[in-house]
């Protein structure tokens, strides 16, 4: 099987549609709270003050001291300049999204594995109960699952509102933990959202390679009812799969799924409780060494974004 032309074998196709994101498919995403390229502003000059007036030497006794000048009228551009308004807001983007939720949850926290007490509280799953959280892997170097979901993740917020979406984080490294995975889920049936994807990365045995995309299976139990978004649900998978092949040139998952690059779960709480659209991606496996070269490569990452991104207009787009 060529994974270049790789099409989940349960997709439909569909009309042509024009391309999407191609103006920013490679781009480099500035992604911190602090802005990009430049520094903290820089120091002043040595000659910052040379303008100042430098004080006169004192009269001799018995001259009169000089009248002070009258003080210089400031002008009307130099007052304009020194008093610029702030620039408004910029409105959101509008685009073949404008009107639709996207919900997109970055798996895990980084700081999780300082609240163990917390993550470990169970919650209920529907099927049962299951932790509250986990800290998720890392590579054998040590980048953790934590940072790359949240980084791709911002990408791929990005790249969705640059096409009208609106788009929810079910956390932005702004809480000390969690969400705990009830929660998760929570704020994507809050938000009615029309998707909603989880952005994790494996934790498997080296030469487990590829992505994969898991599915909520049908369950109706514990307060749980995926009922109504198994259906769509698996063609929002299939089309984030295909979409993922192409965008990354990564191959499906040659340890789960069948080469497919899908998989249906029923012990994930994120899924069970959901009543939205949802799908989990798996990017890659940290555990193995040629995996983790893609994973840890910003470049890579966003070509990862891409992918999820082009799958979820597909779908919306349907």
């Known amino acids: 099987m060529r994974y270049d032309d790789f099409v989940p074998p349960t997709s439909r196709p569909g009309p042509r549609r024009r391309p999407v994101f191609a103006a920013v498919a490679l781009a480099g995403v500035c992604l911190t709270s602090t802005g990009c390229g430049g520094g903290d502003g820089g120091t002043l000059p040595d000659d910052a003050e040379a303008g100042a007036a430098r004080p006169s030497a004192p009269a001799s006794p018995g001259t009169p001291s000089p009248k002070p000048s009258a003080p210089e009228a400031t002008s009307p551009s130099a007052a304009s300049t020194s008093a610029k308004p702030k620039p408004k807001p910029k409105p ?5 999204l404008t009107g639709r939720t996207v919900v997109i949850d970055p798996g895990h926290n980084p700081g999780n594995r300082d609240h163990t007490r917390e993550i470990n509280a169970q919650v209920a799953i529907g099927t049962g109960r299951k932790e509250c959280d986990t800290t998720g892997t890392a590579t054998d170097a040590g980048y953790a699952e934590a940072l790359f979901t949240l980084d791709v993740s911002r ?12 788009v929810v984080l079910t956390q932005d490294g702004d809480r000390p933990f969690g969400p705990c995975v009830d929660e998760r889920a929570r704020i994507g049936n809050a938000a009615g959202a029309d998707a909603v994807v989880s952005v994790h990365a494996d934790g498997s045995a080296t030469g487990n390679r590829g992505f994969h995309v898991i599915l909520p299976a049908a369950v109706s139990a514990g307060g749980a009812d995926t009922t109504k978004i198994v259906a769509p649900s698996r063609e929002l998978g299939e089309r984030i799969a295909g979409k ?3 965008a990354t040139g990564s191959a499906p998952s040659n340890y789960i799924g069948g080469d497919t690059g899908l998989d249906t779960r029923d012990d994930l709480g994120g899924l069970n409780l959901s009543t939205v659209p949802k799908v989990f991606i798996e990017c890659g496996n940290m555990r193995d060494p040629q995996d983790a070269a893609l994973l840890t490569s910003a470049s890579w990452r966003q070509k990862a974004a891409l992918g999820i991104a082009e799958g979820i207009n597909s779908y919306l787009m349907r």
Do not use: N
């Open 92 to 96: 959101p983007a509008r685009g073949p």
């Open 155 to 166: 990408r791929l917020r990005t790249l969705l509102e640059e096409e009208g979406a609106k």
């Open 244 to 246: 993922f092949v192409r």
